[in-house]
């Protein structure tokens, strides 16, 4: 999963600082947040989450699974058009403020662990991909993956960047255009330079450094789409392998349509990165088997 690779770096940035508590956001279903709820654990922290939408009147999928680590949540109750840099930085004030007013100190991760930091997760991924590709004898053409609050793809940008560009990149976007300024996330373009920055490098992103398709998001964030689910059943069917309707799903389902329509080429060789979120799957559960 792609949060984990990126919790490598936060966390022990936050370890580095003296912090005893991580305070991050995401959505109610949110795989970052489960993450984060995991690694805190893990390193003996305690772990705010602020969570974006209302309390569900059923507890399941990652929401589940952060109850059982413990974690102290603090429900955002906006609708996605609702949500604003300035929002989401009054609901991280107000966690900070109080955890200090208890004597704790607290250390902030951004939404999805995209910042400079953690995109160096999935620049680190890239190289590893690459040389894994090259032991098996295969010469990747093109990389798929989701586009959500953009780190990951931060990553994989400048992990090709670096490497001289040898693949091209199609990022499958989860939500309209929008979401990650929402969040008070950076662009993917500034996401890449602040990283290269911390490496003493300079990327700049161009035009042909990546195409975005937002044509397979759906209505929101987080709502199934037919697709998607139909990515699920085929994969599942045919591999083994499951994917979820919030991420990889979508992005799946992006991947099958682009191929069916010639826009990736049958001589290519794709790889598409799975970047987990499998709890999410029993918080649609309905969508799913119905």
């Not at 772990?47 to 699974?65: K, Q, Y």
Request: proline share 6%.
């Amino acid at each position: 999963g792609n949060k984990a690779r990126k919790l490598e770096y936060l966390m022990a940035s936050a370890v580095a600082s003296g912090a005893d508590t991580v305070v991050t956001f995401g959505g109610v279903q949110s795989n970052h947040t489960r993450s984060t709820a995991a690694a805190a654990r893990r390193l003996g922290l305690d772990c705010h989450l602020i969570l974006a939408g209302s309390p569900p009147t059923e507890v399941t999928g990652n929401l589940l699974l952060t109850l059982i680590l413990g974690a102290t949540l603090t429900f955002l109750s906006l609708t996605p058009a609702e949500l604003t840099p300035s929002r989401v930085e009054e609901a991280y004030a107000a966690a900070e403020a109080r955890l200090r007013s208890l004597g704790r100190r607290p250390f902030r991760i951004a939404p999805g662990g995209s910042t400079p930091l953690g995109v160096l997760g999935y620049r680190a991924a890239f190289d590893e991909m690459m040389a894994q590709a090259a032991a098996a004898g295969l010469k990747v053409s093109r990389l798929v993956t989701a586009f959500g609050t953009g780190g990951t793809l931060s990553g994989l940008i400048l992990g090709n960047i670096l490497a001289g560009r040898p693949v091209q990149i199609t990022a499958v976007s989860v939500a309209p255009p929008g979401m990650p300024e929402a969040m008070g996330v950076s662009p993917v373009s500034a996401l890449v330079s602040q990283a290269a920055a911390l490496l003493g490098q300079t990327a700049e992103v161009s035009k042909d450094d990546v195409t975005v398709h937002y044509e397979y998001t759906g209505p929101a964030y987080a709502v199934p789409t037919t697709e998607g689910i139909e990515a699920i059943q085929a994969l599942a069917r045919t591999e083994g392998i499951f994917l979820e309707p919030v991420y990889t799903g979508k992005a799946m389902a992006g991947l099958i349509d682009l191929r069916r329509r010639g826009l990736i080429a049958e001589a290519e060789t794709v790889v598409f990165f799975h970047t987990g979120g499998t709890p999410a799957l029993f918080a649609h559960h309905k969508a799913l088997a119905g």
